[in-house]
């Protein structure tokens, strides 16, 4: 399960949370059939009666139109392969100046978490689809959009609890959308919009009237609660829009792994898009393994590749997410790229990106899809990007490594009770975005604070990548805030050339005995505190930051890259955004930490918010030059996305912001298209 | 140095900079509550808003209060010149340029008040300043 929770100090963040996963000093394997489980559900059962619906094939909008014609963005990441890569090209490096806002909408929906209404972090990805903008807001109610002109067609409101369920703050990336290959007119939810909630509701609402679909599952209302049997210590919150593929949606989850030794599995679950019937379900955990440790659970996007019926899993770690002394026994799927039988939810190969994983380095992000020209030979590609800034690219249909991978020789556990791997995966080519080696004490940080960067870093132990928590304390550079996060990296399928923006964030990873822990909270738990009840330790974890709340380790603290994949080489490589501390800008040189992702166009353009000045820019594909940019009213921490409706070409980004940047929130939607 | 301290001759640059720091004023103001500009509501919104306003009213003083005695004088010069200093360089980093422009003419206003103001012979101009000694 995720975590990552930060807490802006500024200009760093603070953070964190979540989950940890786990494997001794196993090899990363090819095809795998370890100890997991895949329950093949039978589907004629459960479910609502559906006399008033079809159920009907679907087809993507894109399968529909054509791929290489398709203007739309229907999916979170805009296909199914996660490339975030867009057919248009009307917007151009050379006319992109002319961009301006042409509509905005403001939802209603933000709070400052100052009243009874937790903080809100607004991460969806606005879906452009069925001639209609459709984006999730974190109070979960959908708004339907006219795409060019911002005018609100209708609102579906869930009416969930505004309640911080699992998370510390009211959170939604956005909606799902499946469509049947052949919509009936008339007949109501042959278009369906999926809206999760934090207390784990995923709705079904008709695309063209933003009524329930009542024969999906409970009256519209599928609660996956209902198979929360294992450890059920909180909901399993959908924070994450689903997949949609075929008549299936793919539902992960998110909770809080660094809450409790025992947690829910994270298991996986496939549901008929019409009715919501269960069709399968998958576990990365082992049965045994489950009851006494819990996640590895899939809270990021997932991707497909709809020509081999293959779906692809970014497996979260196992709780807890700091210890792994109470689970030492393998767990090969757990912090892992997974792949699936998407009809069956049959595991056809995976590989484990971290080895017993006590850093929480969750597989956050759905792996890229992309076909690699290498040596004469078009290889059917994925890149799995990761929190550690490291680039895993494999064949995507047998998991084995297209540039290499080599288990390196790391750290070792002084923590009673924990059993590190000796070895972890590494792969030198791409690049990795960060160093492999801490940068080094700020001076101007460490001047500023009168030598407490200094002081406190001799304090710790550093020993370099994976460097294991302990009771001293740990620098983890890089650390479970990137890296590159949720976000992942697009591409050009074209060119093979892949664009990610990442972080550089140093932690703090301090283990608590019991006592020591107990005796820190008793009177409340302060910020960073994480009790990982059932373990014999608890967390405490922070930036490295100074009492001013500067960085105490050199910038820079964000970049945008860019990769040829065919090769393997970084192309450029830039520092990417502003930070800001008061309202005062930092110098550009340092880049500022990022949330959310870019995406790219036919044309050559990235366009990507994510920054901490909240402003979304332009960046010309070849050379990584900015060439436009504007302000939104928070940063915007969501995917982009682009289309084209009736001849003009928009861009769309959603300014909710997240206080893992700054504490500044906001409930616009601003689309900008040329004069 | 005694003639900068001494009452001004005239009150052209003086007068400059109170336009100046109330231009300033009204774009800090304006910054902190207008919120597409990305300072909006911070820290460093609020205090350009209130060293614009000490400029303004150390800048009226040094026009209407005549009576003035040279180390008040003096002194109400060097703040408000590291005022100036001050709320440009907050300006520049909080990338507010009509800010740092209000305050490049402020610095004009506060040079010319130094220089001008306080040349010797009688000004056509020294209008405010003659009319508070009658």
């Not at chain 1, 209609?132 to 002109?149: H, L, N």
């Not at chain 2, 300033?24 to 304006?30: D, K, P």
Request: aromatic share 10%.
């Amino acid at each position: 399960m995720n975590c990552l929770r930060f807490r802006a100090l500024g200009v760093s963040c603070l953070l964190l949370v979540s989950g940890a996963a786990w494997s001794e000093d196993t090899p990363p394997v090819g095809t795998k059939t370890a100890a997991v489980s895949v329950a093949a559900v039978n589907s004629t059962s459960a479910g609502n009666a559906q006399s008033h619906q079809n159920l009907s094939p679907s087809s993507s909008p894109e399968q529909i139109v054509g791929a290489m014609h398709y203007d739309g963005w229907y999916t979170f990441n805009g296909n199914l392969e996660d490339q975030k890569y867009s057919q248009v090209d009307q917007i151009t490096p050379q006319n992109v100046a002319r961009l301006e806002k042409v509509w905005e909408v403001h939802t209603g929906d933000v709070s400052n978490g100052r009243g009874e209404i937790p903080l809100s972090d607004w991460s969806a990805t606005p879906l452009f689809v069925n001639d209609t903008v459709y984006v999730s807001t974190p109070f979960y109610r959908i708004f339907a959009i006219a795409p060019d002109t911002g005018k609100v067609k209708w609102i579906y409101d869930t009416h969930a609890a505004l309640k911080a369920l699992t998370q510390p703050d009211l959170k939604t990336r956005g909606v799902a959308y499946w469509q049947a290959a052949s919509p009936q007119p008339g007949t109501p939810c042959q278009k369906i919009v999926y809206i999760g909630t934090m207390d784990a509701k995923l709705h079904a609402v008709d695309a063209d009237s933003g009524k329930k679909c009542a024969g999906f599952a409970d009256g519209g209302v599928l609660d996956i609660n209902k198979w929360n049997t294992t450890n059920n210590k909180w909901p399993l919150s959908i924070l994450q829009p689903p997949t949609v593929y075929k008549d299936m949606v793919f539902i992960g989850w998110a909770g809080k792994d660094w809450a409790d030794a025992e947690a829910p599995p994270g298991t996986v679950f496939a549901v008929n898009a019409q009715t919501g019937q269960l069709k399968w379900t998958f576990d990365a955990l082992p049965p045994e393994a489950a009851k006494k440790t819990g996640t590895s659970n899939v809270w990021a996007s997932m991707s497909v590749d709809p020509e081999h019926g293959i779906l692809y899993l970014p497996v979260s770690s196992p709780s807890p997410n700091f210890f792994g002394g109470d689970r030492k026994e393998e767990l090969p799927l757990a912090t892992s790229i997974t792949a699936l039988d998407a009809d069956t939810g049959k595991l056809l190969w995976s590989r484990q990106i971290v080895h017993h994983d006590i850093w929480d380095y969750d597989t956050n992000s759905a792996p890229v899809l992309v076909d690699i020209k290498k040596d004469g030979q078009t290889i059917p590609a994925l890149v799995q990007s990761s929190k550690m800034g490291i680039f895993f690219v494999l064949n995507r249909l047998t998991g084995e490594p297209i540039y290499p991978i080599e288990e390196i020789k790391v750290p070792q556990s002084d923590v009673a009770g924990e059993q590190s791997s000796p070895t972890q995966p590494y792969a030198a080519t791409p690049a990795p975005t960060m160093p492999d080696r801490f940068p080094g004490i700020s001076k101007l940080a460490d001047i500023a604070s009168f030598g407490e960067c200094s002081r406190t870093l001799k304090g710790l132990r550093y020993d370099g990548r994976y460097t294991p928590p302990s009771l001293r304390g740990s620098l983890a550079y890089p650390s479970t805030a990137g890296g590159v996060e949720w976000g992942g990296g697009a591409v050009d399928p074209r060119s093979g050339t892949y664009v990610v923006n990442s972080s550089y964030v140093a932690q703090i990873y301090k283990l608590l005995q019991r006592n020591d822990y107990e005796e820190k909270t008793k009177n409340g738990t302060p910020k960073g505190y994480y009790p990982q009840a059932g373990a014999p330790y608890g967390f405490y974890l922070h930036n490295f930051v100074n009492f001013l709340g500067m960085p105490c380790w050199n910038p820079p603290y964000g970049t945008l890259s860019a990769y040829d994949l065919n090769s393997g080489k970084l192309l450029w490589k830039k520092p990417f955004g502003e930070i800001q501390k008061w309202g005062f800008y930092m110098p550009k040189s340092w880049g500022s930490v990022t949330i959310g992702a870019p995406l790219i166009t036919r044309s050559g353009l990235v366009f990507i918010g994510a920054s901490m000045d909240a402003r979304v820019r332009a960046i010309d594909l070849k050379s990584g030059e900015e060439v436009w940019q504007a302000l939104v009213d928070a940063p915007a921490v969501a995917n982009p996305a682009t289309y084209v409706y009736r001849g003009r070409q928009y861009v769309v980004f959603v300014a909710g912001g997240n206080t893992i940047l700054k504490p500044q929130a906001s409930d616009q939607v601003a689309a900008f298209a040329l004069k | 140095m005694a003639g900068i301290l001494a009452a001004p001759q005239q009150n052209k640059g003086a007068l400059l900079l109170l336009v100046a720091a109330a231009l300033a004023l009204a774009i800090a103001i304006f910054n902190d509550v207008w919120s597409g500009n990305g300072i909006h509501g911070t820290a460093g919104a609020l205090l350009v808003v209130i060293s614009s306003a000490l400029m303004l009213i150390a800048a009226s003083a040094l026009l209407f209060a005549t009576r003035m005695g040279r180390g008040p004088r003096g002194t109400l010069l060097v703040l408000i010149g590291l005022d100036i200093i001050g709320t440009a360089m907050a300006a520049y980093m909080l990338e507010a340029t009509g800010l740092l422009a209000a305050m490049a003419i402020a610095l004009l206003g506060w040079l010319a008040h130094l220089t001008f103001d306080h040349a010797p012979g009688p000004s056509a101009g020294n209008t405010l300043v003659q009319r508070g000694a009658e």
